[in-house]
């Protein structure tokens, strides 16, 4: 037999109504897109927009003012810090942590075609102030410093651990060294 989810109702700021489990905390201001799916124990900022299809598992943080576009999917304990976007198709793996005014994709993610989508492997740490452009994989367990930019089609391999500021060109691979600092290869 199913089990039934008690669920609330969430008025937009359009006026359009969605359903979401009576465990969520939703501030002020957001939007919540159609044909997504919210699970038990998400937190949701003040003023955070949030397009269609977009999957949030159990125990999501997301901050203030941040941007979650179409297709979307926040694995289990993902936080988000203020300020943020996610861009279309991105997936963000479990137990990640991303700081505060962090750009996953680009700003055009809305529009773009799909497959555009960057994949961030479970317990990573993306830093304050990085981007991360489109097509780009992160590995599991990898720290990303604070100012970073991963670049269009790179790869950064479990374990990898990228310094404040680091500039990684595109198509590039990036390994941890046997040191602990990064190795970086131009494809």
């Known amino acids: ?5 008690e669920s609330k109702q ?8 969605v359903y979401v489990p009576a465990s969520t905390v939703i501030g002020d201001g957001v939007t919540i897109g159609p044909r997504g799916k ?13 397009y269609d299809a977009v999957m949030i598992e159990n125990g999501v943080t997301i901050g203030d003012n941040t941007v979650v576009f ?8 993902v936080t988000i810090g203020d300020d943020s976007l996610i861009g279309r198709g991105a997936t963000i ?10 750009m996953v994709g680009d700003g055009r993610s809305r529009n773009s075609l799909a497959g555009n989508g960057i994949v961030v492997g479970s ?19 990898v720290e ?44």
């Open 1 to 5: 037999m199913a089990t039934m989810i």
């Open 10 to 17: 969430h008025t937009n700021r359009d006026g359009s109504i």
């Open 38 to 50: 919210i699970w038990n124990n998400v937190t949701i900022g003040d003023n955070v927009t949030i």
């Open 70 to 77: 179409s297709n979307v999917n926040l694995e289990k304990r």
């Open 93 to 102: 793996g479990t137990a990640t942590t991303i700081g505060h005014n962090v």
């Open 123 to 141: 317990r990573t740490t993306i830093g304050d102030n990085s981007t991360i452009m489109q097509l780009a994989k992160i590995g599991n367990k």
């Open 144 to 187: 990303i410093g604070p100012h970073c930019v991963v670049n269009i089609r790179s790869v950064v391999r479990d374990d990898a651990c990228l310094p404040e500021y680091s500039l990684i060109q595109s198509h590039s691979i990036v390994s941890p060294g046997v040191d602990g600092s990064p190795v970086v290869i131009q494809i």
